[in-house]
C-alpha cells in the first residue's frame, strides 16, 4: 500500500478526523477531499510559478491555488499603464527560461506579463484559478497539511499535501492608512492598485502619498497628463539614477560588492548619486544615515530608481510635501500647519503580505508582518515540509532562488522516501 494510501486508512478509523472533517456548518466533509501527491503551492504569481518550473524540471507535479482569474494578478490587474521593470531584464528572469532577446532592457509591463504566459506554456503549468485558501494546517498525527480553499461558486476544497509553499508573496494586500479625516474628504481616494494612468487627473491637483518608486512614477505619469502633483514625503529617502557610468546602478552595485565591502559601494553610489542628481536634500529628499545597499540589507526598504521624477521635482512641477495631518472636505492640513487644496487623492503606501489571515502556524512566518523569521538567505524552509518563495525582499531574482532551492529539497525527500521503501 502506497503512503496515501496508508493515510486514507488511518483517516477512516480515525474518529477525530472524521468529526472534525465531517462536522456542521461551513466545514467540509469527507468527500471534499482531494490529496495530492506532490506539493501543493498557494499563489501563481511569479514566485509560484518559478517554483512549479522548478519542480516539473525534476518530473514532481504540483497544485496551485490562485484566488484570481490569471496568473500574476498584481501585474495585470493592479499596476499602472507606463509601469516598467525597475531592474534589467537579466535579473528579474525565472528560473530555467530567459526574456526574448529582442526585448528591450528594461521590460514594459505587458512585456514582461506576456514573458509570464510564455513560461505558463513552456512548463505545462496549469493553476486552479478562482480558489481562495481560508486555512492550511498541518496534522502532525497524519504528516499531511489541509489546506482549504473556496472556489468561485462557494465549493469548499480540502487539499491533502505532504508539501506545502507558500507563494502569495510579499504584495498580497494593498495597504491603506487610516488618515484622520478622510470619509470627509470629497474627491477620490485611490491606492495605486486602482491607478491606471493620469488621463482622469488632467488638470487637477493630486496628492501623492508616499515616495517609493511608485509614488515617484504616479507623479511623473501626473505630470505627463497635466494634472498638478504634490508628493508627501515622510521619511528619508535614497534617490539614485536607475544608471551610472552607461550600467545599471543595480548590475554595477552587484558588480561592486563582489570586490568591495557594502559601506564602500554604499559612499561611491552616493558619491556619484550627488554628482548627477545634486543635493536632494535642497528638494526635501532627506538621505537616510544608512547607505542605500544596508539599509536595503537591514530593512528591505527599496532605494528609489528615477527615470525622471526628480527633475519635474528641481523645475517645481511636482511639490514636495511633509506629513498629513488631517484631511477635509477639499482640502489637506500637513504636519508642518499648512493647508492646501487638492481634487483628488493617491495612496502610493504599498502592500503587505497576507500569510497569518491564513496559515495557522506560527514558528516560521511572524503574525507580525507575515514574513518568514529568518532573514535571507534561510528563511525558504520550515518544518514539516513548509517552504516559502518570494519572501526575501529581493524581488523575482531572490523568488528564483528559493525555487531552486525548494525544488532540490522536495525531490530529495522523495528520492529518501523511495530509498526507505526497499528496507
Not at 502506497?2 to 468527500?31: A, N, V
Not at 539614477?241 to 554595477?252: C, D, N, Q
Not at 534561510?378 to 532562488?401: E, P
Request: glycine residues 10%; contains cysteine; aromatic residues 10%.
Amino acid at each position: 500500500m502506497d503512503r496515501w494510501g496508508e493515510i486514507e486508512g488511518k483517516m477512516l478509523h480515525d474518529p477525530y478526523f472524521s468529526c472534525k472533517m465531517s462536522g456542521g456548518g461551513d466545514q467540509p466533509t469527507c468527500r471534499n477531499l482531494v490529496p495530492v501527491a506532490g506539493p501543493v503551492i498557494v499563489g501563481a504569481g511569479p514566485s509560484g510559478l518559478a517554483a512549479a518550473a522548478c519542480l516539473r524540471q525534476k518530473g514532481i507535479s504540483s497544485v496551485i491555488l490562485e484566488r484570481s482569474n490569471c496568473i500574476a494578478s498584481l501585474w495585470q490587474l493592479k499596476t499602472y499603464d507606463r509601469l516598467h521593470l525597475h531592474l534589467p531584464k537579466q535579473f528579474c528572469e525565472l528560473p530555467l527560461m530567459g526574456f526574448p532577446t529582442a526585448y528591450p532592457t528594461y521590460p514594459t509591463k505587458h512585456q514582461f506579463i506576456d514573458y509570464l504566459e510564455s513560461y505558463v506554456r513552456n512548463f505545462d503549468i496549469q493553476p486552479r484559478f478562482g480558489e481562495t485558501v481560508a486555512s492550511a494546517e498541518y496534522d502532525r498525527r497524519l504528516g499531511y497539511w489541509f489546506v482549504t480553499s473556496t472556489g468561485v461558486k462557494g465549493a469548499v476544497t480540502r487539499f491533502a499535501t505532504r508539501w506545502l509553499v507558500v507563494a502569495t508573496g510579499e504584495n498580497a494586500e494593498a495597504v491603506v492608512p487610516e488618515i484622520e479625516g478622510m470619509k470627509d474628504f470629497e474627491g477620490p481616494i485611490r491606492h495605486t492598485s486602482l491607478y491606471k494612468n493620469g488621463e482622469e487627473f488632467g488638470g487637477k491637483r493630486v496628492l501623492v502619498v508616499g515616495c517609493g518608486n511608485s509614488g515617484m512614477e504616479v507623479c511623473l505619469d501626473l505630470c505627463n497628463h497635466n494634472a498638478t502633483p504634490s508628493l508627501v514625503v515622510r521619511d528619508a529617502v535614497h534617490v539614485l539614477p536607475r544608471e551610472m557610468l552607461g550600467i545599471s546602478t543595480f548590475g554595477l552595485s552587484m558588480w561592486l560588492l563582489k570586490w568591495f565591502p557594502m559601506r564602500f559601494v554604499d559612499r561611491f553610489l552616493l558619491l556619484v548619486s550627488r554628482f548627477l542628481l545634486g543635493d536632494t536634500t535642497r528638494f526635501g529628499l532627506h538621505r537616510p544615515a544608512l547607505g542605500p545597499l544596508e539599509l536595503k540589507n537591514m530593512h528591505g526598504k527599496t532605494p528609489v530608481l528615477d527615470v525622471g521624477t526628480l527633475a519635474r521635482i528641481k523645475c517645481g512641477d511636482v511639490k514636495v510635501s511633509p506629513a498629513i495631518k488631517r484631511l477635509e472636505r477639499h482640502s489637506v492640513e500637513f504636519v508642518d500647519g499648512k493647508a492646501e487644496q487638492f481634487d483628488a487623492i493617491v495612496l502610493a503606501t504599498g502592500y503587505r503580505s497576507n500569510v497569518p489571515s491564513w496559515l495557522k502556524e506560527g514558528k516560521m512566518f511572524s503574525e507580525k508582518d507575515g514574513f518568514p523569521r529568518q532573514p535571507f538567505p534561510n528563511g525558504w524552509k520550515g518544518d514539516c515540509g513548509l517552504y516559502a518563495v518570494g519572501f526575501t525582499k529581493r524581488g523575482i531574482l531572490g523568488a528564483s532562488m528559493d525555487a531552486k532551492r525548494i525544488a532540490e529539497d522536495i525531490e530529495r525527500c522523495q528520492r529518501e522516501e523511495t530509498e526507505c521503501s526497499f528496507f
